[in-house]
């Protein structure tokens, strides 16, 4: 079965940087590009950043372009997210998914004061 | 990065049809776009019932359709159920990165 879990998340004030991870286990973690999305409350959702099997590519949405870093550690089965001068807006639950297919259950990203 | 448009909500009778669309600020929507449609309930994690235009998965309803309609992509609900009622949101590739839409809040009344 295919379980990816997050986590990470948490308060963290305007400017400052949190890293959220995001295990996956049930699959052969390296053969697949993987990505995160984001849903603010009460919000849409907003794709975030994915990243190619070897790490060899990366694309981020234009949000959160030159702030945010996606990575991966194929023998660690994980993925990362490495958030830097976050913002207010960007408050929300973060998901990581394998091709929009199977899904985390989120972890929650508050920016505030 | 595109704009990707979505009508706001719907409403369908039950038992009814409806189209929900999916434009790209960028021109007509195309096979290339590799169009998804999400289905996300409130409290839940959203899942994915039509990818690349018109593919299914095995847990999608037959009475969801996903294709190409005058230069946007479509989802076509043909039989409406009450467990329809959610929203759903369309998902392009746009260059590298992808881009969702706004979401389209859909109720079965």
């Known amino acids: 079965e295919v379980q990816l879990v997050e986590s990470g998340g948490g308060l963290v004030q305007p400017g400052g940087s949190l890293r959220l991870s995001c295990v996956a286990s049930?699959?052969?973690?390296?053969?697949?590009?993987m990505t995160w999305v984001r849903q603010a409350p009460g919000r849409g959702l907003e794709w975030v950043a994915n990243?190619?099997?070897?790490?060899?590519?990366?694309n981020y949405g234009d949000s959160v372009k030159g702030r945010f870093n996606i990575s991966r550690d194929n023998a660690k089965n994980s993925l990362y997210l490495q958030m830097n001068s976050l913002r207010a807006e960007d408050t929300a639950v973060y998901y990581c998914?394998?091709?929009?297919?199977?899904w985390g259950q989120g972890t929650l990203v508050s920016a505030s004061s | 990065q595109a704009v990707v448009t979505q009508e706001p909500s719907l409403t369908v009778s039950p038992g009814g049809t409806v189209t929900l669309t999916c434009g790209s600020s960028t021109g007509a929507v195309t096979s290339g776009h590799y169009p998804y449609w999400l289905q996300q309930k409130p409290g839940q994690a959203p899942r994915t019932l039509i990818f690349d235009t018109n593919k299914k998965h095995s847990w999608t309803p037959a009475r969801f359709s996903g294709s190409l309609l005058e230069g946007k992509a479509a989802l076509t609900l043909s039989g409406a159920q009450p467990e329809d009622e959610a929203e759903y949101y369309c998902?392009?590739?746009?260059?590298?990165?992808?881009?969702f839409g706004g979401g389209t809040k859909l109720t079965v009344l």
């Open positions: 049930g699959f052969t973690f390296s053969s697949y590009w």
């Open positions: 998902l392009l590739l746009s260059g590298g990165p992808w881009v």
């Open positions: 998914t394998r091709g929009m297919t199977h």
């Open positions: 990243i190619k099997q070897d790490g060899s590519q990366k």
